[in-house]
């Protein structure tokens, strides 16, 4: 990884505007962290822990109360280079129901180029580059709302990708869909980062999903109370239990075990670290 | 019933009339609804229902879509024609009872009726039928642009109605589930008086309405988020070429229109 940061939050504080009679609550408290680029960064919390608010601040959405937050250097406090800080760092949402915007596929990959008034013959080849990049091309002529939820929000995931942003920040990508969605959006997350180099902030509750990051925050009550590798952060298991976020399965067994006397190694994130586990404590030899 | 609505629905396909420049279906349309209205005798209507006919062959969109759009607009039909019937009293009487009286004028004013209405429908649904909704509003934002030198603001109008077309679907589905959460709980939205049913209509449309200010929330940021500033300095994925088929197209309008006065002429007011 090298020293170059495309997106940082320096000491950010953010409180949603109070309604009448209601003292503001803080959503986000003294929030630090760089994403370097190429970097697979995990925001882990629950609800109401203020990672979605994570997601608004990160592209001029929102614009912190106290603290800066940098998008390829340009401090998103600037209104006049708004679009230049959404263009590099693009947010994908939670629903993909509600943030397709046209009736055919590739139209709506469109919809961001043709907002920064790209000439046309830029738009086909980001469009088309897009939807290769998450396999849609042959369903290019498809309407969105026949598509299965893993499928739409591979559309949504192309859509911010025609923008080619250096960071895609996902909120909850998955929370909507089912199992097999679920695999199908996250593969095609980590290929985006591997084969691109494109920095992906992928928020979520989901601890399993934070298991291939390079690095995990985990918030809780607007803050960061845990940051590291997945590793560091999983052995963790006095600080995770307060935020009430749940341990990947095969953590979860090893953690199980480890309780109930046998011998188990602090990080055991993968069924593969789990079977190698297994295997030391096992009897070699197995009598019928 | 939400099934049948096919009014402002898309076949995708690749006929001619699919082919067709939007802007100069739009305008052709435009032109054969107007033509529909001049048409003073059968002979004129008859011309517009070949020329109707002939466009729903040639876009291959299956007779079965045609019918159930009719069908939906069966009611509105059967209301003019018996108005038709009632209020028109020329020609010989046929049958006579109280204030009722019915006259051979009525009936062929009724049949003309009917057939203008079937026509228009033919024509205008085959506009929406083979036409993505985006490039049709497209076609509408580019026909309309001079109004832009009014200020009038062309891109945003065409960009709400790409909006509400694209949520139609996903509000169709969102009342289907609605109506299932109610019924699951007790819900009788089948039985009882016409107040009764839309009564039991109110506990639908209120999550219904809620759900779409929510959705409306998030579509924004979603837009936000994907560089949307004003609709009016967008460029297009598609950019629209008249080719010779277009130019042909609005002859054979022209020729309709032709046909059409030609007839006006020749047999006379009928109607």
């Known amino acids: 990884m090298t020293d170059t940061i495309w997106l940082r939050f320096d000491h950010v504080h953010y409180s949603y505007p109070a309604e009448e009679g209601q003292k503001a609550v803080p959503a986000v408290t003294d929030v630090s962290f760089d994403v370097h680029e190429g970097e697979f960064v995990c925001v882990l919390g629950h609800n109401g822990s203020g990672k979605s608010t994570i997601a608004k601040l990160s592209n001029a959405i929102l614009i912190p109360d ?8 340009i401090d998103t406090s600037q209104e006049s280079r708004e679009l230049e800080i959404r263009q590099n760092v693009g947010v994908v949402m939670q629903n993909p129901d509600n943030q397709i915007v046209a009736t055919i596929v590739e139209e709506d990959v469109a919809f961001g180029p043709e907002n920064l008034a790209l000439p046309q013959k830029e738009i086909r080849r980001r469009v088309d580059d897009a939807l290769k990049a998450v396999d849609l091309y042959d369903m290019r002529f498809h309407e969105p709302h026949k598509l299965s939820g893993g499928q739409k929000q ?118 593969e670290a789990l079977a190698e586990a297994l295997a030391q404590v096992l009897p070699r030899e197995v009598t019928p | 019933m939400l099934k049948d609505i096919t009014i402002g629905q898309f076949f995708p396909g690749d006929s001619i009339i699919h082919r067709l420049d939007a802007r100069m279906k739009l305008i052709v349309t435009f032109a054969a609804i107007i033509e529909i209205f001049v048409c003073r005798n059968f002979y004129a209507l008859a011309l517009t229902v070949v020329y109707a006919v002939a466009a729903v062959l040639l876009s291959k969109i299956k007779l079965k879509v045609i019918f159930r759009g009719l069908r939906s607009i069966l009611f509105i039909i059967l209301f003019t024609s018996i108005l038709q019937i009632f209020y028109n009293s020329k020609g010989d009487t046929l049958f006579e009872w109280w204030k009722i009286k019915i ?44 109004l ?27 009342v289907g589930k609605i109506m299932n959460a109610q019924k699951a ?10 107040i ?76």
């Open chain 1, 154 to 271: 591979r559309v949504a995931i192309a859509g911010i990708l025609a923008m080619e942003p250096h960071v895609i920040v996902l909120d909850e990508p998955t929370s909507m869909l089912d199992p097999k969605g679920r695999t199908e959006v996250l593969d095609y997350i980590h290929k985006l980062n591997r084969e691109r180099g494109i920095a992906v902030v992928l928020i979520t509750h989901y601890m399993d999903e934070a298991v291939q990051a390079d690095t995990v925050y985990v918030m809780e009550k607007g803050r960061i109370v845990l940051r590291g590798t997945p590793e560091a952060v999983f052995a963790r298991e006095d600080v995770l239990d307060s935020t009430g976020l749940e341990l990947p399965e095969c953590a979860a067994l090893a953690s199980a075990l480890r309780q109930a006397g046998v011998p188990m190694p602090k990080s055991v994130l993968s069924p």
């Open chain 2, 196 to 271: 009764q049913r839309a009564k039991a209509l109110i506990p639908i449309f209120v999550p219904l309405f809620v759900n779409s200010f929510r959705r409306a929330y998030e579509l924004a940021f979603a837009m936000e988020c994907r560089c949307y500033s004003d609709a009016e300095h967008r460029t297009r994925l598609k950019v629209m070429k008249l080719h010779a088929r277009d130019f042909g197209y609005l002859g054979v309008d022209l020729l309709l229109l032709g046909g059409i006065i030609a007839l006006n002429i020749l047999f006379g007011k009928q109607i």
């Open chain 2, 148 to 174: 832009k030198k009014l200020h009038v603001p062309v891109g945003t109008l065409a960009m709400m109605m790409t909006i509400a077309l694209r949520f139609i679907p996903t509000l169709v589905d969102e």
């Open chain 2, 185 to 194: 709980r007790g819900a009788d939205l089948d039985t009882g008086s016409v």
């Open chain 1, 66 to 73: 106290q603290g800066v937050v940098t998008a390829m250097e």
């Open chain 2, 103 to 146: 006259t051979t004028g009525g009936l062929i004013a009724a049949a003309f009726m009917v057939i203008r209405i079937v026509t228009l429908i033919l024509i205008s649904s085959l506009l929406t039928y083979t036409t993505s909704p985006t490039t049709l509003t497209d076609a509408i934002e580019r026909v309309l642009s001079p």
